[in-house]
T-cell receptor
Framework: DTGVSQNPRHKITKRGQNVTFRCDPISEHNRLYWYRQTLGQGPEFLTYFQNEAQLEKSRLLSDRFSAERPKGSFSTLEIQRTEQGDSAMYLCASSLHGQPQHFGDGTRLSIL | AQTVTQSQPEMSVQEAETVTLSCTYD???????LFWYKQPPSRQMILVIRQEAYKQQNATENRFSVNFQKAAKSFSLKISDSQLGDAAMYFCAIQGGSEKLVFGKGTKLTVNP
């Protein structure tokens, strides 16, 4: 069990650029979640996959955000035309059905 | 909609003493889970303890225990024999009717030597 892995750890980009983050879940976990955490707040749910199917999306996930999990293993979260308000820590978690979610270290996004 | 409220932004405790962190929640679900997660500075979120709402017995994990009051929708975390390594942000969360976790704003715990 190597844990949930997220890359990159830090991403600095200019406003208007596109960014993509990757999450590798714990290998046997079929559920994968994305959350966003801003300073001084708890994580907020963005979206969730069961295997390759995206089953739930938050209202927070605007049209500029897209997530995929093409083979039911790793997932990518892309943000297009980044804005200042996108600066946050993006957390990935994975789980088995009925079991607690295990989190990765997160990707910190800074928009210049 | 589910909500979680943590009314203590910061708490402090002396090493070896006991501290209780408060959490209240609201949900219309009859079946749900409650969690406490710990997030040390610049480190990943770690599960501390989980409580199933249908279980009346309070969950315990070594020095960590909860006081689950279902009617009052209260879910506090007690840390006994506090250690320096317990210093972190503590988040209360609920999961019910959906796979997503809904978190509170967190309580920053400082442990003084």
């Amino acid at each position: 069990d190597t844990g949930v892995s997220q890359n990159p750890r830090h991403k600095i980009t200019k406003r208007g650029q596109n960014v993509t983050f990757r999450c590798d879940p714990i290998s046997e976990h079929n559920r994968l979640y994305w959350y966003r955490q801003t300073l001084g707040q708890g994580p907020e749910f963005l979206t969730y996959f069961q295997n390759e199917a995206q089953l739930e999306k938050s209202r927070l996930l605007s049209d500029r955000f897209s997530a995929e999990r093409p083979k039911g293993s790793f997932s990518t979260l892309e943000i297009q035309r980044t804005e200042q308000g996108d600066s946050a820590m993006y957390l990935c978690a994975s789980s088995l059905h009925g079991q607690p979610q295990h989190f990765g270290d997160g990707t910190r996004l800074s928009i210049l | 909609a589910q909500t979680v409220t943590q009314s203590q932004p910061e708490m402090s405790v002396q090493e070896a003493e006991t501290v209780t962190l408060s959490c209240t929640y609201d949900t219309s679900e009859s079946d749900y889970y409650l969690f406490w997660y710990k997030q040390p500075p610049s480190r990943q979120m770690i599960l501390v303890i989980r409580q199933e709402a249908y279980k009346q017995q309070n969950a315990t994990e070594n020095r960590f225990s909860v006081n689950f009051q279902k009617a009052a929708k209260s879910f506090s975390l007690k840390i006994s024999d506090s250690q320096l390594g317990d210093a972190a942000m503590y988040f209360c969360a609920i999961q019910g009717g959906s796979e997503k976790l809904v978190f509170g704003k967190g309580t920053k715990l400082t442990v003084n030597p």
